[in-house]
């Protein structure tokens, strides 16, 4: 973070801006899109676009439009209009990228229903948006305990309070219709202010409180992915993963996004194969495909009576033998096809990063101490001599040999 408020401290440790993700500069933010057209002028005579982005809590974005004609920029506070009251957001983008978005998201920049900017914001108003935001962590936790005593299956999985402080808007998650009549006014009567719910799917949950994946990277959900496509099991079935769901599913509960973004290669890449369910007729019997591999273009196949013994075989070969039985012939064996299967030789590994090996801090050991000491242990043909006669001598114990004799 290149911001002032998350820069490290005097120690050396990071401060953290601690302002979960609205920070004033915008450096800390989720789903940033950035200005490549700041530093290009306008042409003589053209006014800028009058809409700006806003940025709220955990990425929440929305566009207004200038109708003041304020000089805005990219980190500034301002004060926008919300029903009722204020609210007070982080200009995020300004200028024709504002169109761009516009576009991608399907919003209509010419339509009058696009709310306004009133100002920008004032340190009082600074200071009670300050302050709302400083009351939704316990707000969190007596919300979910209403909740839980009105044994309602959903969960309140974040809280949103409006720049003013005159609305709190409260996202829940449930499988299915709740019945939250009471609890309104539960919350209404513990909380004195104007209650919202809304409904947010698992997966704009996630978005919404981030995390790190099993890649080891932050979710695609709260850093670029803004659009949520369905992700069946057939995704997985083409690119031949094990069926699996806690392996196939994210923290959303659901199936990994990332099942998609490889299967439009996956698919193209299985239009050269013959179909999965193509039976194979041949004189010993009939012969069954039972794996693919896509990216070296082979087949194994097992008999209907023998499902132990795999036969590999390449799509060219399959092809032949399914345009044969098509013809009413049959091979003599799927041996006679098959493919020897031998272990490829091992590579070399080319240093090309220039990395050093993982055992460079391992200490060797060292050969002429090791010599050294054998040659201590040797007697010597003089002194130790006598030395080697004085030791006793190996194998059993005296003590036992006198028991022995004293037994007979």
């Not at 995020?92 to 009133?118: D, R």
């Not at 493919?339 to 090996?357: H, I, L, R, W, Y």
Request: with cysteine; proline share 3%.
């Amino acid at each position: 973070m290149a911001c002032t408020s998350c820069s490290t401290s005097d120690g050396g440790a990071p401060k953290g801006c601690k302002n979960n993700g609205t920070c004033g500069t915008d450096s800390c933010n989720k789903l940033t899109v950035f200005d490549w057209l700041a530093n290009m002028s306008l042409p003589n005579g053209q006014e800028p676009f009058d809409c700006v982005e806003v940025r709220f809590k955990n990425g929440r974005k929305e566009f207004y439009r200038n109708t003041e004609k304020l000089t805005l920029s990219i980190g500034d506070i301002v004060a926008t209009e919300a029903s009722p009251g204020h609210d007070v957001g982080i200009v995020t983008l300004t200028g024709e990228l504002v169109k761009i978005q516009m576009k991608k998201k399907g919003a209509n920049y010419n339509s009058n229903e696009i709310p306004k900017i009133y100002r920008k914001a004032s340190q009082k108003d600074i200071d009670i948006w300050s302050e709302a935001r400083d009351k939704e962590e316990p707000m969190k936790v007596k919300a979910r305990e209403l909740a839980i005593a009105h044994k309602l299956e959903m969960k309140i999985s974040d809280i949103e309070y409006q720049g003013d402080g005159s609305k709190v808007t409260f996202y829940y998650t449930a499988n299915d219709r709740v019945d939250f009549r009471l609890l309104i006014k539960d919350y209404a009567r513990e909380f004195s202010t104007r209650i919202e719910m809304k409904q947010v799917g698992f997966r704009q949950e996630a978005s919404r409180l981030g995390g790190i994946g099993s890649c080891g990277r932050e979710l695609c959900c709260s850093t670029w992915l803004t659009d949520f496509r369905s992700v069946n099991t057939s995704a997985a079935r083409y690119q031949q993963l094990s069926l699996n769901p806690q392996k196939l599913a994210g923290q959303c509960g659901k199936l990994k996004c990332c099942l998609n973004y490889e299967l439009d290669t996956y698919m193209d890449a299985l239009k050269d194969f013959p179909e999965f369910e193509t039976k194979l007729k041949t004189e010993k019997g009939d012969a069954i495909c039972q794996k693919q591999d896509i990216f070296k273009g082979l087949m194994w196949f097992a008999y209907t009576d023998n499902f132990a013994n795999w036969h590999v075989l390449k799509i060219e070969q399959v092809r032949e033998i399914a345009a044969q039985n098509k013809q009413g012939k049959k091979v003599s064996s799927l041996e006679d096809f098959a493919v020897e299967t031998t272990s490829e030789p091992e590579k070399d590994f080319n240093n090309a990063m220039g990395q050093e090996s993982l055992t460079r801090f391992d200490q060797p050991r060292n050969k002429k101490k090791n010599r050294n000491r054998n040659k201590a242990k040797a007697p010597n043909q003089n002194g130790d001599q006598n030395k080697g006669q004085n030791q006793k001598p190996q194998g059993k114990r005296p003590v036992i040999i006198k028991k022995n004799e004293d037994k007979k």
